[in-house]
């Protein structure tokens, strides 16, 4: 086992990177080209636990969407690992994070 005086600098730089992992977003509006200004923004929260499919629904259309903040580890990638419809967000592959949506 290692020295204290080693393992410190090592443990201090895994939390940053776990912090910084959680802290990742993706700022561009994702609409299908017909959803630019309409409506008001919402936040919703979808997880995919252990790493399953998971589709989470809106009243409504939804017309855009962005990826706010990641709360996972795992990565949340548009068009592998999140996307959406005009029923709703899905995730998939550990993928949680809170997502900007505008609804019609």
Known sequence: MYPLHYRIPLYTSLVGLILFAGCAEDPQWHDGRHGRGRGEVQTLSCAS????????????????????????????????????????????????????????
């Open 49 to 104: 636990n252990e790493n399953a499919y998971r589709q989470c629904d809106v009243d409504g259309r939804l017309l855009m969407v962005r990826l706010r903040e990641r709360q996972s580890v795992s990565q949340c990638e548009y068009g592998r690992s999140w996307g959406w419809s005009r029923y709703g967000v899905w995730v998939d592959k550990g993928c949680r994070a809170d997502f900007d949506i505008v609804v019609d």
